[in-house]
C-alpha cells in the first residue's frame, strides 16, 4: 500500500489502524503515542460518532497486533476516557503490555454534556423544544441543532427536575503508560534495541536549583544521622542522592493547569486543554468517484482508501478529479485535538532522539506534528479521508522547533 503523504519524517496511510502489521516492520518502532477512540458509543442507544464506536480500543488482539511491531522495551501512552479507560487498560493488558503508570492530566475547561433533566422530561412527554434554531450553519454544530437562549421547562413534570444532570464536569483525562516487555535486563535492552526507559531528563520541570539542591543535602544529612533529624531516613530501602541528578525537577504522573487548586504547579508539568492554535481546519470540495471501477486505480496510486464516500479536493490530481463530481464545500476539522505542548512533551518522554513514533490514530495529526517538532519520526494511519488535509497542513509546518 502506498502512503497518501510522506517526507523525510513522516509517513501517512489511508487505511484502518488494523491494517498496520502489515505496513510496518517487526519491532521496528521505537514509541507509541496515540490518541484512541474512547468508545463512549458502544452499548448505547443515543447517537454517536461512527469512529466512537467501532470497539478497536478495547480489542486485545489489536494491541496484541501492535506490540508486535514495536521495539522490546518501547513504550506505549494512550489517552483514554475516565468513564472507559479501564476497558483500554484491560484490553492493552491483554494484548500483551505491561502496565507501567497512569498520567493524569487535570485540566478546568471541560464542560458537562449531560442533557438536563427538565429538558428530558418535557421531551419525553412529546414537548418541543421552544426556544430558537441558531441561524448559522442550518442551525446545526457538528450535526447537532444549536438553539438560541436558556432552556425553560414547559411543563409542571419537568420543572421539579430543573438542576438536576446525569453528568459531572470533565475536569481529567488518564493517559496509560504501557511497555512491551523488555526481553533482557534494562542495561541490555538499552544497548540491543535504543528502548526501555523514558527520557526524564529532556522532561524536567523548571526549578530553582539552589533550593532544590539545598532540599537534597538536607535529606543526606537526615539520612546519615543528623542530630536534629536523628534517623528519619535511615530505615529506607531505597538510597536518597545527596544532589539533583537532573538539571530540573524530575516529571511526574501529574500534568495540570497553572493555579489549578492553589498548587505549586512549579512540582507539575504545566499544560491547558488545546486552544484555538491547536486546531487547523481547511474549507474543501468534497468530490464523490462517479465510476467506483475506474477510481480504485487511482486511489491506490494516491494511497487513499477506496472504499470512502467521498474525498477533499485538495488530495487529488487531475486524473482523480476527472472521474469525480464535486459535492458541495465544507471546513475540515476534528473534534477531539490535543493540545501541541502536551503531545510534544509526551512524544519526547516517550521517545529516544531520532526514534520512530507511531500513532494508530492521527486525527489531525497531533502526534504527527509534536514528533516533528521534536526532530523525530512519526508513521501512522488515519481512515477518515476529511482529516488527511488537515494533517497535510501539520506536515507544512516546521520541523525541529524547541518545546523549552
Known sequence: ??????????????????????????????????????????????????????????????????????????????????????RLACAIEDGGLTIRDQLCWLYSSGMPKGEWGDHAVDRALGLKDGR???????????????????????????AAWAGYNPALKP?????LVA?????????????????????VAACALDADMDVLKYRYERNDRLRRGDPRGRDTFRDTSTPRR?????????????????????????????CPKASGADRPDVDATLMVPTDRTRWTAHAERLGLDPNAEDYPDMLLDRDAMAVCEPAGTVRLAHPTVKP???MRWLTRL?????????????????????????????????????YLPLIRERMAEPAGQPLF
Open 242 to 270: 545527596a544532589l539533583p541528578r537532573l538539571s530540573g525537577r524530575y516529571p511526574s504522573d501529574l500534568i495540570m493547569e497553572a493555579g489549578l487548586l492553589g498548587a505549586d504547579v512549579a512540582r507539575f508539568y504545566y
Open 171 to 175: 475536569a481529567w483525562e488518564p493517559i
Open 1 to 86: 500500500m502506498n502512503p497518501c503523504l510522506h517526507d523525510e519524517l513522516c509517513t501517512v496511510y489511508n487505511t484502518d489502524a488494523r491494517n498496520l502489521t502489515l505496513l510496518l516492520p517487526e519491532s521496528g518502532v521505537d514509541a507509541v503515542v496515540t490518541d484512541p477512540p474512547y468508545e463512549l458509543g458502544l452499548g448505547t442507544a443515543g447517537r454517536v460518532a461512527r469512529w466512537d464506536s467501532t470497539g478497536i480500543a478495547f480489542d486485545p488482539a489489536f494491541w496484541a497486533d501492535i506490540m508486535t511491531v514495536m521495539k522490546p522495551g518501547a513504550f506505549l501512552l494512550a489517552f483514554g476516557s475516565p468513564r472507559t479507560w479501564h
Open 340 to 342: 501541541s505542548d502536551l
Open 179 to 199: 511497555q512491551r516487555p523488555r526481553e533482557t535486563m534494562l542495561g541490555r535492552n538499552l544497548l540491543d534495541h535504543g528502548t526501555g526507559a523514558l527520557h
Open 350 to 386: 516517550a521517545c529516544p532522539a531520532g526514534g520512530l513514533v507511531l500513532d494508530p490514530f492521527l486525527g489531525s495529526g497531533s502526534t504527527l506534528s509534536a514528533a516533528r517538532m521534536e526532530g523525530l519520526r512519526c508513521v501512522g494511519t488515519e481512515l477518515d479521508t476529511h
Open 132 to 158: 430558537t434554531v441558531r441561524g448559522e450553519s442550518g442551525g446545526t454544530l457538528r450535526g447537532r441543532r444549536v438553539m438560541e437562549g436558556d432552556y425553560h421547562a414547559q411543563s409542571e413534570q419537568a
